[in-house]
């Protein structure tokens, strides 16, 4: 599969970060994103802590907070990491480049990089301080310590005319395969494995990325074998998630992950988003694993006990008709 990242097709899709360095040397970053499960808290502080050369964990994080955070646009379409996560990286760098100034100041030095929370020059290793004393220093001086940026990455609509164009920034790109048993005598649909190689441009995080493949890939598999909407002359008969029945833990079979990293140069260090690309082949391969066994096509979701037993003694009676 491929998938445009964010919202694409002339729609705005911006976002912005704002950091803070204080006298003491912490920072605050803030973003209008919800992490609801997904890492992009930790994405947004590693990116902040990547630049400044400080340890991410150091880095008090505020979102979702209308009253303090910037816009940051919605927590969906694959955005997260790509949009805000550029607006983090620019508020970083600015931040970045007012405390180079003070320290090369400080140092007398051009030459300077930023790590070990620190500040150093290359040629002069012992011409350091440490990044506490340059907060500190920039406080006094009294440089802007607050920086906020936004990224945009709205792109134009496709040719009215013809459809053709690039209607998305950037796509993501992905590929599951699905190891299946099935008993014919029930319908009972058994996934064995399943593989995934997943092109997220570059994992910042890499156990965060394979967490939210896995993630995507058991929502998928609900998707395709249990999870249904009923309904019976305009209503829901389905009440309650007791009855919607979302696959658990003792459902998940043995899952590989491959991350491929193919650096996209719009996303923050060629970081893409992976939230949809994890979910969407994943109940396409199921299917055709089930018609690779059955010779069967599944046309409606879920293939379920009984939906499924209906298609094979459907084409039995058809052979028998």
């Known amino acids: 599969m491929f998938y445009g990242m964010g919202y694409g097709f002339s729609r705005q899709d911006i976002s912005s970060a704002t950091i803070e360095v204080c006298e003491d040397g912490s920072v605050i970053v803030r973003s209008g994103e919800v992490d609801y499960g997904q890492g992009s808290d930790t994405i947004l502080c ?4 990547e630049e400044l050369g400080i340890r991410y964990d150091t880095i008090q994080i505020i979102t979702a907070d209308t009253f303090t955070t910037p816009n940051a646009g919605p927590t969906s379409a694959s955005r997260v990491t790509y949009v805000t996560g550029m607006a983090m990286l620019k508020a970083a760098q600015a931040m ?12 007398g ?4 990089l930023f790590g070990d929370e620190k500040v150093y020059s290359m040629s002069h290793p012992e011409k350091s301080l440490s990044f ?50 099935v008993d014919t005598e029930t319908g009972k ?33 609900g998707y395709a074998l249990t999870e249904e909407i009923k309904q019976e002359g305009g209503y829901l008969k389905t009440r309650n998630l007791g009855e919607y029945m979302l696959p658990t833990s003792m459902d998940v079979p043995p899952i ?66």
Not at 46 to 49: E, N
Not at 109 to 112: A, E, G, N, T, V
Not at 137 to 162: F, N, Q, S, Y
Not at 292 to 321: F, M
């Open 132 to 181: 506490k004393a340059l907060a500190k220093e920039a406080h006094l001086r009294g440089a802007p310590m607050v920086e906020t940026a936004w990224h945009d990455i709205t792109t134009k609509d496709v040719d009215p005319e013809t459809a053709q164009g690039d209607a998305y920034s950037a796509y993501a790109y992905a590929t599951q395969l699905a190891e299946v048993e």
């Open 109 to 112: 030095q051009k030459d300077l």
């Open 46 to 49: 590693q990116i902040a802590a």
């Open 96 to 107: 970045k480049k007012t405390l180079r100034s003070v320290a090369e100041q400080m140092l």
């Open 256 to 321: 590989e992950t491959h991350i491929v990293e193919v650096p996209l140069p719009s996303g923050p260090y060629g970081a893409k988003g992976v939230g949809e690309p994890a979910l969407i082949p994943t109940a396409p391969a199921i299917l055709n694993a089930i018609a690779n066994a059955l010779d069967i096509r599944v046309t409606e979701l879920p293939a379920n006990l009984e939906n499924l037993h209906r298609l094979i003694r459907e084409k039995e009676k058809g052979k028998s008709g």
């Open 189 to 221: 649909v058994e996934v064995l494995r399943m593989i995934s190689a997943t092109d997220v441009g570059k994992a910042i995080n890499p156990l965060n990325v394979e967490g939210q493949i896995e993630g995507g890939m058991v929502m998928g598999l």
